[in-house]
């Protein structure tokens, strides 16, 4: 069996991870930052809020383990948290499409 050079198969996932940035979630048009602050309902999950504001970012294609962390990114307290809690405030950044320009 073959070993295969580590720097070659660095620079080949590299070179991958570099192709998946530029193409995914890839819009040329004008977007706009909406920010906004949500407050935690009973029965409410992380990833059930990060669900429901996914499909508002209409700016560019993300993936829900990518949003959900751009929140924990965005609210401190999440940070070495896994519970939410009712009344708690989180704020949530995302992505849209700006109309008529």
Do not use: C
Not at 12 to 40: H, N, R
Not at 81 to 88: A, C, D, H, K, R
């Amino acid at each position: 069996m073959r070993r295969i050079r580590w720097d070659r198969l660095t620079a080949a996932i590299i070179g991958l991870a570099a192709a998946v940035l530029l193409l995914t979630g890839f819009y040329s048009g004008k977007q706009e930052l909406v920010e906004d602050v949500y407050v935690v309902k009973q029965g409410d999950t992380l990833r059930g809020i990060s669900e429901r504001y996914l499909e508002k970012n209409t700016g560019g294609r993300r993936y829900i383990l990518e949003f959900e962390q751009g929140i924990r990114e965005l609210n401190p307290a999440l940070w070495d948290s896994v519970t939410i809690y009712p009344g708690q405030e989180i704020r949530i950044n995302y992505w849209v499409i700006k109309e008529g320009e």
